[in-house]
């Protein structure tokens, strides 16, 4: 039992990270937090009463806080906030605002000059990214993309020279059409990593070629169950010079002697001083 010995939280907006699937991923402090917050907000009151009861903390403090209500639970909330209460939020799984309802309500906190404080936990995303065996030191948490595909592949299109590993969300009725887009658009040679139903039962963390992943998918039915964690690998680095670098080139050489129109292209641009040198000198000898 959590409440023995209560500590008087102060007034603040504890952000709360709960469980994604085993109810034993709560830390410590987060069952603290929530044994002793005046008012618990949640996204779905049942799913977190059920959570509070496992832990054998009262669930009679629960306060509705989801999308459709989130800028009117946020008035509330702050004229708790202001008479001294201190409020836990926490959404249905895993860290709240990421993906998940709950940036507004930080947003409004914040900006009326009270705390918001992080206890935080599980996440989804990170959970799979460590057991995805990508080594890539840098990653874009994307989260959902688009559910219609036309509009998914331009969302793709504009990922699809990022060297970072990419990490979505995505719904188990869309899993394949996704799988099937994020090959099209980045092509069958990148890592794909699907995770799906982290922390809980029949959790699956499978790594294929992203032009093996819808044969895998179709080969059991099963691995189309469940919430999913898609990772990509990234980019390979282009081999040459970025256009840009040469755009910028280009120009300061009908401006500058080649010396000197190096030198500053490979300080704006970045780019490799010698190819600069051995580009620049095929432009003008192109020009002679």
Request: aromatic letters at 4%.
């Amino acid at each position: 039992m959590h409440n023995e010995h209560p500590q008087k939280l102060e007034p603040a907006l504890y952000v709360v990270a709960t469980p994604i699937g085993n109810l034993r991923d709560i830390t410590l402090r987060a069952l603290d937090v929530l044994a002793n917050a005046d008012v618990v907000a949640a996204e779905d009151t049942r799913n977190t009463a059920h959570l509070l009861t496992h832990h054998g903390i009262s669930a009679k403090r629960l306060m509705a806080v989801h999308q459709h209500n989130e800028r009117e639970a946020a008035d509330k909330i702050i004229a708790q906030l202001q008479s001294g209460q201190s409020v836990a939020f926490v959404s249905d799984a895993g860290t709240p605002a990421v993906s998940d309802p709950g940036a507004l309500l930080v947003q409004v906190v914040l900006e009326a000059g009270l705390r918001a404080i992080p206890v935080p936990g599980a996440n989804a995303a990170v959970a799979a990214l460590s057991a995805s065996g990508l080594p890539a030191p840098h990653f874009l948490f994307y989260g959902f993309l688009p559910n219609k595909s036309a509009a998914r592949r331009t969302a793709l299109q504009t990922l699809s020279t990022l060297p970072y590993t990419l990490v979505f969300y995505e719904a188990p009725h869309r899993i394949l059409e996704c799988v099937a887009d994020l090959c099209a658009v980045l092509g069958g040679a990148r890592q794909i990593v699907l995770a799906r139903e982290i922390t809980k039962l029949f959790e699956t963390i499978h790594s294929c070629r992203l032009s093996e992943a819808v044969a895998w998918l179709l080969s059991d039915s099963n691995q189309q169950r469940g919430e999913f964690v898609v990772l990509v690998s990234g980019a390979s680095p282009q081999p040459g010079l970025p256009a840009e670098a040469i755009k910028t080139l280009s120009l300061l050489l009908e401006e500058l002697p080649l010396k000197q129109a190096v030198q500053f292209t490979a300080k704006i641009s970045g780019a490799n001083r010698n190819e600069l040198y051995q580009h620049a000198l095929t432009l003008k000898s192109a020009k002679d």
